[in-house]
T-cell receptor, first 116, second 110 residues
């Protein structure tokens, strides 16, 4: 099946710094990608929809100035956590789907962010 | 809010069939039912999806009731590697934005 790759898989950063997470669709083009966040023992929570060539759409309660999303090409979306704080420590996951109305979205392997 | 409800946990003996139920009583005619699973600290893995007919692939079978208000995912011969959280998701045609519910934590017992 199609592959979505995230990088890095794990990152530790200092409080106040910014961290960029990449999400790539390796063998298909994705005009739309999605970013999720997952806290321990909880379900995935949708953060935003990343649209190629236009602004991302954020879910209610998600700060767009803190979680910057860039979808500059049909195979790459990036999520930047700005001025990270310990409460931003979480598992971040992206997804993407190929063309067609009856297909499935594929998820990246996730990025474990720890802010110290 | 998620449009699905699932039992929080289930156990299944290794080698037996695992039947995971999902309620989606408010599903609309143009919405698909998708199943994914998530093994600890990994991204969700696609299993199967359907609209109104039952579906089968190499991983599982999906049984959708005639009124489409509920479905059951069947893993025919569960193995220890099937231990995971299983998510049932309703998807509106035209978007791949998934709203996850709490899922079912399946534990396969040796």
């Amino acid at each position: 099946g199609a592959v979505v790759s995230q990088h890095p898989s794990r990152v530790i950063c200092k409080s106040g710094t910014s961290v960029k997470i990449e999400c790539r669709s390796l063998d298909f083009q994705a005009t739309t990608m999605f970013w999720y966040r997952q806290f321990p023992k909880q379900s995935l929570m949708l953060m935003a929809t990343s649209n190629e060539g236009s602004k991302a759409t954020y879910e209610q309660g998600v700060e767009k100035d803190k979680f910057l999303i860039n979808h500059a090409s049909l195979t790459l979306s990036t999520l930047t956590v700005t001025s990270a704080h310990p409460e931003d420590s979480s598992f971040y996951i992206c997804s993407a789907a190929g063309q067609g109305s009856n297909t499935e979205a594929f998820f990246g392997q996730g990025t474990r962010l720890t802010v110290v | 809010d998620a449009k699905t409800t699932q039992p929080p946990s289930m156990d299944c003996a290794e080698g037996r069939a695992a039947n995971l139920p999902c309620n989606h009583s408010t599903i609309s005619g143009n919405e698909y039912v998708y199943w994914y699973r998530q093994i600890h600290s990994q991204g969700p893995q696609y299993i199967i999806h359907g609209l109104k007919n039952n579906e089968t692939n190499e991983m599982a079978s999906l049984i959708i009731t005639e009124d489409r208000k509920s479905s059951t995912l069947i893993l025919p011969h569960a193995t220890l590697r099937d231990t995971a959280v299983y998510y049932c998701i309703v998807r509106v045609v035209g978007t791949y934005k998934y709203i996850f519910g709490t899922g079912t934590r399946l534990k396969v017992l040796a």
